[in-house]
């Protein structure tokens, strides 16, 4: 079994996350989470809204999922938001030309024209996979699902990003907060893209989460407060191939990355995958070439991942100019300038995006904090950090007689004001170890019988087993430790070991 078989084993058998609808049959592209993979999502979705909106004092709106026309004209979706396919022309398959022609020819790479497909298929011969039929000629297909409102059925569309929402509302929070640039807007939400034919589960699919956020700033003023104290980190990039280690300061002088701003937010989003356990050496910033570039963005970097399906890119970074509102501005005839003091004008704002998939990471993470089994455990385990742990603790009475289920209840109780509490009283202290561990919860707590005489417990960190003996109130204070970035080897000093 390769790596995202065996997550996949075990994201059913513990529901972190499965296919939705199951009983009718599994439909590509849609998932499920579970009680698991909600938790650990959800923490996923708590810290990027600290680090990318909340700290830094921006703000954070819901926008409605469906999206009339107008809108989605003109952000340019309804005409070009699509992928290539061709149809078989016996048996009518539909099948996405570009990634068909890769799977097929060796190092194959798209660029972007429909006549470059064409001729790769006739050069090569290229047949429908399911009857040799002969193709047809590539066409655009749009990746938007369409619906209609009301009686009419008005044209609208499943949102295909949660951007668009934020620019159009621009105008109203702008006036409302601060009429001062910079502004930051962010989003978590859903959206829907139709994929032809979507596999790699969690990675391609049809329905998904994103965290959005787009920065509104004047383009005469283009630095950032904060910049200089990251300015020394060094971050990796891929340039034409090429991985090269660079200090971001470096990066913004090299325009390599367009302003400072830019830079501000891959240094956040670098340490923001590092804390929710996506290893460092397989991720890189990879600076898109220009024809990869859409015409009104002055530079894309997206960030890229290492899995065991290949690099998958998980975050998409954009300096979209004024396009967006001028667009919008242009078709809805709403006043999307705000006025600047000190040039004494009006101007349309300009928008740094950063663009988050919450699946592909959650994907990218349970694969690298996946851990085998080993001599000293017998069984597979995920290593997430103590932030994104779906639960901090869990807490296991020895035995259910004796008082030691009610006392264990108790401490749950107390604990889950200030965190996600297992609990578990059935099976042995061995098997209830192993199965907290397989779904990454932190630290199991059990309650025996000495808990009744004297309020102590046993706390046991899952990397290593080991357990210390300390009073019910520093259960918490241990696990704060812990989420605010101790080490187990520094906290367990602090305390009286036990085995
Ligand atoms: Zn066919």
Redesign the pocket.
Known sequence: MNLHEKIFDLALKRSIFYPSNEPYGAVAGFYDYGPVGVLIKKKIENLWLRMFVKNDGHHEVQCSFITPEPVLKASGHVDAFGDPIVE??????KIRADSFIADKIDGFEWDGKLKSLDEVIEKKGL???????K?TKAHMFNLMFKTGMGADRTPAYARPETAQGIFTAFPRIYRNHGTKLPLAIGQVGRRARNEISPRKGLVRMREFTQMELEYFFNPNEPDIKGFRDVSDLKLRFKIDGKLNVMGIGDAVKKEVVPNQIFGYYLVREWEFYKQVGISEPEMYFRVLRKDETPHYSKRNIDMEVQTSFGIVETIGNAYRTDFDLSQHAKISKGDFSVFVESEKKKIIPHVFEVSMGVDRLMFCMLEHCFRERTKEKDWEWFDFPPVVAPYEVAVFPLMKKDGLAEKAKEVTNKLREEFDVLYRDSGSIGRRYARADEIGVLTSVTIDYDTLKDDTVTIRYRNSGEQIRITIPQIIEVIKRFKKGESWSSIKDDYKSFS
């Open positions: 078989c022309e016996k048996c009518r398959i047949k429908c996979p399911r009857c040799e039929g193709l």
